[in-house]
T-cell receptor, first 115, second 111 residues
Framework: GAVVSQHPSWVICKSGTSVKIECRSL??????MFWYRQFPKQSLMLMAT?????????EQGVEKDKFLINHASLTLSTLTVTSAHPEDSSFYIC???????????FGPGTRLTVL | TQLLEQSPQFLSIQEGENLTVYCNSSSVFSSLQWYRQEPGEGPVLLVT?????EVKKLKRLTFQFGDARKDSSLHITAAQPGDTGLYLCAGGGNYGQNFVFGPGTRLSVLP
């Protein structure tokens, strides 16, 4: 149980284009989803937290107009990187949890490369 | 802001050796989680510890939560090459705390 999927697994795009990444909880309802980014050989950095039906809460330093998050249902959250630039290239990972528990279940990640 | 520190940062050992990695904070956490992450993949949850002093075992892995719920340790017995990966501790998310990850311990087990 507690499986989270992400799509796509990897994406290459040109600078200036927008990219959408999907995060789905497959066998449970995720009241809260989280988006992280991870640079090579570093730990995960939380970008934003989203609750179903509410606006996402962004961490300090994360541009909400650049990283659009939509959590439209209890099983789906999307992250759209708008006007991507090479410095946005990173490994983006989502996680989900249900109810008030602490445990988060992670997706397999999406590797974004912006040329 | 709650911070988690992990030590050591890097660890390279021979197959069959034992090792312990540590996760420390000055803050009290409602729970701590340990994850293992392999290159190009998302973190995989190993265990959640909730009660101060709690010890949990997962095959060759032993996890302990400090009595004061500020620290945790992961001990691996007879390490195998398959244990290679980035070990992350994480905590928070309740009682108004932000969920935070430690910087990780990168373990390499050589055959």
């Amino acid at each position: 149980g507690a499986v989270v999927s992400q799509h796509p697994s990897w994406v290459i795009c040109k600078s200036g284009t927008s990219v959408k990444i999907e995060c789905r909880s497959l066998d449970f309802q995720a009241t809260t989803m989280f988006w992280y980014r991870q640079f090579p050989k570093q730990s995960l950095m939380l970008m934003a937290t989203s609750n179903e039906g509410s606006k996402a809460t962004y961490e300090q330093g994360v541009e909400k107009d650049k990283f659009l998050i939509n959590h439209a249902s209890l099983t789906l959250s999307t992250l759209t990187v708008t006007s991507a630039h090479p410095e946005d290239s990173s490994f983006y990972i989502c996680s989900a949890k249900s109810g008030g528990g602490d445990t988060q279940y992670f997706g397999p990640g999406t590797r974004l490369t912006v040329l | 802001t709650q911070l988690l520190e992990q030590s050591p940062q890097f660890l390279s050992i021979q197959e069959g050796e034992n090792l312990t990695v540590y996760c420390n904070s000055s803050s009290v956490f409602s729970s701590l989680q340990w994850y293992r992450q392999e290159p190009g993949e998302g973190p995989v949850l190993l265990v959640t510890v909730v009660t101060g002093g709690e010890v949990k075992k997962l095959k060759r892995l032993t996890f302990q939560f400090g009595d004061a719920r500020k620290d945790s340790s992961l001990h691996i017995t007879a390490a195998q090459p398959g244990d290679t990966g980035l070990y992350l501790c994480a905590g928070g998310g309740n009682y108004g705390q932000n969920f935070v990850f430690g910087p990780g311990t990168r373990l390499s087990v050589l055959p």
